[in-house]
């Protein structure tokens, strides 16, 4: 039976969470090294390595874009999530074997950005094979706790071996991967059920909504940007600002990701009983008072405190968030590569936000009350979209 008539049966239990290890792995390596990687092997200077890394993640956006929805007209997510992994070998191939920085941004293009969806590939077969909320989400807890020890290991292998030997970890990487994914594609066999399509979720938005759709991407855009601000500006502050040790730093960034993976968890079994447009809600409300609390903190102990409304605001935003627009947004793979996206543009606009810092009248805390204040405009944006949607509808 052809690929695109048949609903996907979910694949074995351990196949996944190995995979989604494998796939942060891939990107929590490649991710940190890759400005090394240029400066190391084709000499480029920063300016150079900005905008090769611009051209770079231009080309990964459009690619996230295209493809996911060409995989949703065939619903061939699995040998999608193959030809990344092929794609990621000869991306590491082309980046050993050039010699200028000029093929190197074309190799980044042309296999970086296809190479670079798995992830995506990964949410949508799941989607798409019917998993439930907290399979999702625990998926997503598993490319974070991935993205917790990537960047040293990849530390580790640059100081090791160099900047090739990345290249070759993800050249690995890849190959577990290839053999986890014929795995889930010879385990993941078609059923006959009648059903063409994934059930429809009762929270989707009705067909057309583009109205609705494009607002509720750009609540996303702003709890991603005020998300990455914080984690982009949150060192700094702790020493600028609140005047605090850089040690202090280092210990609320590590309690933030600490949390991170358990309150993913919890929220995830939450997202199977409550509505996942409720749970987001509720996220946005901590992210604001986690934003509101950096404000006026002028103790590491408020600071540590704060932490706890941070992770479970995120987990509702970035674990949550990923199911709401696979139920929101028609087709498996653009859902999911819209929501991926939507966290590459705000953190594009998280970089105009620490720059108000520097008005007189704002300062560094004034960052964090704009933070606060463009949850809560995002927060205000998802039922407003609901509204536009019903209104079209009717």
Known sequence: MPADASRRAPVPRLLVPSAALMWGLHSSLLSPALALILATLYEASTSDIGWSLAIYNAGGFIASIVLPAWTDRRRTYLPMLMASAVLTIALAAALAAVSTLSLATVALVVLGGPAGLGTTMLFAHLRDAGSSTSTIVDTRAIISAAWMGGPPLATAIIGWSGARGILLALAVIAVVNIALTAVMMRQTRPVTAEVQEPARSPHALPPGSRTAIVVIIGAFVLFQATNATAMTFMALYVTETVGLAVL??????????????????????????????????????????????????????????????????????????????????????????LFMNARRVGAVLSGPIIAAGALPLLGQRGIFAICAVLTVIGLGMIPLAKRLAARQEG
């Open 248 to 337: 202090w730093a280092g210990i609320v960034l590590g309690v933030a990701a600490a949390l991170e993976v358990p309150a993913l968890m919890i929220i995830g079994r939450l997202g199977d009983r409550v509505s996942h447009l409720t749970l987001v809600a509720v996220g946005a409300v901590l992210s604001a008072v986690y934003y509101a609390g950096l404000v006026v903190v002028t103790e590491p102990v408020l600071l540590l405190a704060l932490q706890i409304p941070n992770a479970l605001g995120f987990a509702a935003i970035s674990g949550i968030g990923l199911a709401l627009f696979q139920d929101l947004i028609p087709g498996a793979g653009m859902s999911t590569g």
